[in-house]
């Protein structure tokens, strides 16, 4: 009997040194696979550390966060992994490093990089000198883009940046006072010509990575941010309501981008995309936290204040803090920033979620999606090759 224990777990660590070493062996000697590789752009819902590289005080590189799975603070912004780490996970792809990384190679980036930065915004006016902006984002994908076409070859290169997976979340740092309240854009134009603006700002960078061969784009609406914590306790005089005036600029963006995108589907041959209603999967989960397995849906569990909406998570900003005993009660991790619970859940309605809640395509759909390389030709004209050669 011990003996058989003893052989059978001999074979199960023999198993799992096995495929330890060939998951790494892929990584070493296919420098093309056949996976589609994944781009992260955005905020600090996917931020998995590029703010550590710069000089902000948007940053999470300290205890608390990464309490839970890293046991390492890593600069995502909640107490584990994030979305784009369960999308990364269920497309079989390693987690996607973070773009400044120094230790990023190309090899790396055949299976995608991120390029989010927490406090980043559409604008260039949202968080400057603070952010990674959506353009500067843009800018360093198009250095990759140089990048794997010397390592690679053109041909392989296009192949890679057809498969891929663009994913984005913007918009949130654009809407949320007190980050716009100065930004020029915000106080020179209506609400609703400033939520053309961002979007503008949105699809004219979706256009350029489509112009380099991207056909596959999943995208974030911007969440109720007015109801978390943060929001919660914005306006000091009605503490507990949803930010009023935030909503107001979040409920528009969001009816204007499934049109925006519709026109880009229209006009764009081949561009396939997913839009998650993540207004919608958060704000049913800030009402109804215990249908999802949440004791506390609309106070952070990291922070200072009423529900603890004042982010000091971590003493930032040399303030105290409380910390929840079990994180696993909670929707917010700090004062904006869901829980690694919360961001599995979100992930598995942006993966597989039904077309009401993700579409015209969810991401497992777009990552299956084979036909943009063998069906439309990649559009590397003349003036694509310049514009990469900046
Ligand atoms: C294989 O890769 C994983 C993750 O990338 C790493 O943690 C591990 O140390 C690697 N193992 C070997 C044998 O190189
Ligand atoms: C970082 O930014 C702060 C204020 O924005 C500035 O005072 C400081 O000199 C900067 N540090 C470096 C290393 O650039
Ligand atoms: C992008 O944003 C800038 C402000 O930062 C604005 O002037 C410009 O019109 C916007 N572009 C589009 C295409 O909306
Ligand atoms: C935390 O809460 C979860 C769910 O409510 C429970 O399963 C788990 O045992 C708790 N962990 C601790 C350490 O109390
Ligand atoms: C979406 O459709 C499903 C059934 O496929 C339904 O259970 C769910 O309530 C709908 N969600 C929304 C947000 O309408």
């Known amino acids: 009997m011990e003996s058989s224990r003893l052989v059978s777990i001999i074979f199960i660590v023999y198993t799992i040194i096995l495929s330890t070493s060939s998951v790494n062996c892929t990584e070493n000697n296919n420098l093309v696979t056949n996976q589609a590789a994944l781009f992260v752009f ?12 710069i000089n902000t005080t948007f940053r999470s590189n300290f205890w608390p966060y990464g309490q839970t799975t890293f046991k390492f603070p890593t600069g995502r912004v909640s107490d584990g992994r994030v979305i784009p780490d369960f999308i990364a996970e269920n497309a079989w792809l390693p987690l996607i490093p973070p773009n400044l ?18 406090g980043a915004g ?24 140089r990048s794997l076409r010397s390592a690679l070859g053109e041909v392989e290169a296009n192949r890679v940046f057809s498969r891929a997976v663009y994913l984005f979340s913007i918009g949130g740092n654009d809407y949320f006072y007190p980050i716009s309240a100065t930004s020029s854009p915000f106080q020179s134009n209506s609400n609703e010509k400033f ?22 784009f999943g995208i974030l609406n911007v969440g109720a941010y ?40 229209r006009e764009l041959p081949g561009f396939r995309y997913a839009l998650h209603d993540y207004h919608t999967s958060l704000l049913e989960r800030i009402n109804n936290p215990m249908k999802y397995g949440f004791k506390e849906g609309n106070k952070a569990c990291c922070g200072s204040g009423p529900f603890r909406g004042t982010n000091t998570c971590g003493n930032r900003m040399g303030k105290s803090y409380e910390l929840c005993e079990n994180v696993t009660d909670y929707l917010f991790f700090d004062a904006a920033h869901l829980t690694e619970k919360a961001h599995r859940q979100i992930t598995e309605l942006i993966w597989s979620g039904p077309p009401n809640i993700t579409g ?13 390389y063998i069906e439309s030709p990649l559009d590397v004209s003349d003036e694509n090759k310049d514009e990469v050669a900046l």
């Open 42 to 53: 955005g905020d600090s819902l996917f931020d998995a550390g590029n703010n550590n590289y």
């Open 101 to 118: 990384q120094p230790s990023n190679d190309n090899n790396q980036f055949t299976y995608g990089v991120s390029f989010a930065s927490a």
């Open 122 to 145: 559409a604008l260039v006016e949202t968080s400057p000198g603070m952010a990674i902006n959506l353009g500067t984002q843009l800018k360093s994908f198009k250095n990759v883009v």
């Open 360 to 372: 015209p395509y969810n991401l497992k759909a777009l990552f299956e999606l084979n036909y943009a």
């Open 195 to 216: 939520a053309d603006i961002v979007i503008g700002n949105t699809t004219s960078v979706i256009k350029e990575m489509y112009n380099m061969g991207g056909r596959k």
């Open 226 to 265: 007015d109801c978390a914590p943060a929001g919660l306790t914005l306006d000091r005089t009605n503490i507990g309501s949803c930010h009023g005036p935030v909503s107001e600029l979040i409920d528009l963006h969001n009816k204007k981008l499934p049109e925006a995108l519709r026109r880009l589907q």
